[in-house]
């Protein structure tokens, strides 16, 4: 039994070791992959829950290493963002969601909203807003077409900042969605304190509603409750027909998952739903 302990604990320790190592590997790799060309991004469509016209799309960062392979966001955006990468690699895609979605603006006309996922980091970096108005402008979007995804974790920080860059953001016609909603601490204090446009309903809540009583009433009264407030919901995760007839059933304004369309590169996501955005 003492033999088996110390075991368990050499092999608890050697685990931690590779962990570590491999965090350090893919921070080393990070930091070389945008220039080497590794990086893409994907863009998922965002549907109206009325009647499945295409009114939007999330641009979704994916890293393609040589040797590592595809390295999902899960495992690298948290490197990126301890490491302070984020920063450079985030106005990146800013830049690209910006580029696409002027050149897909005429065919999916003036509602078709591009969002952009904003790490709390990069959110904390000085001149956000100036990088954000410089990137609407250099692509010259209608601001209203830029939304800024955000999650919870960014407003327990700097409360106060982060609610002036949001309303620097709002003056400015740039929107911003509070994404994974629910799955935080106190998501209802902060929809009255700062001043977001849209809900994200995360994917968790939605995974089980057609078997799950109190997911299912979770879902009905966020949706109450944000539209009570103004706030545009979106419903992440949207895998079956049950799901989606629950949530236009229960008015949703949008919804994303992988019935309508999983993240694809640029060139599919034209071909696909650009050129037929009422498919
Ligand atoms: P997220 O912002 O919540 O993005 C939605 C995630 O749900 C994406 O995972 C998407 O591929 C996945 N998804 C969409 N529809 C479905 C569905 O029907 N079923 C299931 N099971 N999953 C679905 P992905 O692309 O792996 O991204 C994971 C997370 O990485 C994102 O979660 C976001 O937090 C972060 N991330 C991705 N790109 C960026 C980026 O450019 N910047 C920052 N800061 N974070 C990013
Ligand atoms: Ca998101
Ligand atoms: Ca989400
Ligand atoms: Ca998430």
Not at 160 to 185: C, N, Q, S
Not at 233 to 240: D, F, K, L, S
Request: glycine share 8%; hydrophobic share 45%.
């Amino acid at each position: 039994a003492k033999d088996a302990g110390r075991n368990t604990f050499r092999f608890f320790n050697q685990k931690i070791h590779d962990d570590s190592v491999a965090r350090m590997e893919i921070e080393r790799e990070l930091r070389g992959a945008l220039d080497r060309g590794e990086l893409q991004v994907h863009f998922q469509p965002l549907v109206a829950a009325r009647d499945g016209r295409l009114v939007g799309a999330e641009a979704l960062l994916r890293w393609t290493h040589p040797v590592l392979g595809r390295v999902p966001p899960d495992r690298f955006i948290p490197i990126a963002e301890q490491s302070g990468l984020i920063v450079s690699i985030g106005s990146w895609v800013l830049d690209q969601a910006c580029g696409h979605a002027a050149c897909w603006r005429e065919a999916c006309g003036g509602d078709f909203v591009i969002a952009v996922n904003v790490s709390p980091r990069q959110f904390a970096t000085p001149g956000l807003v100036d990088t954000i108005r410089a990137c609407v402008e250099r692509h010259a979007i209608p601001r209203n077409q830029l939304e800024i995804e955000v999650t919870e974790g960014l407003l327990i920080r700097n409360p106060g900042e982060v609610r002036e860059a949001m309303l620097a953001l709002e003056a400015i016609g740039v929107t911003v969605a509070l994404d994974d909603f629910g799955t935080g601490y106190s998501s209802l204090s902060y929809l009255r304190a700062f001043p977001f446009h849209t809900i994200k309903i995360d994917r968790s809540f939605i995974r089980d509603l057609s078997d799950d009583a109190e997911d299912c009433a979770l879902v009905v009264a966020a949706i109450r409750m944000a539209r009570a407030l103004g706030l545009r919901v979106v419903a992440e995760g949207v895998e079956t027909e049950v799901q989606s007839r629950f949530l236009a059933h229960q008015e949703s304004d949008v919804l994303q998952g992988y019935l309508f369309g999983p993240p694809i590169p640029p060139e599919d996501f034209v071909a696909d739903w650009v050129h037929n955005p009422s498919r």
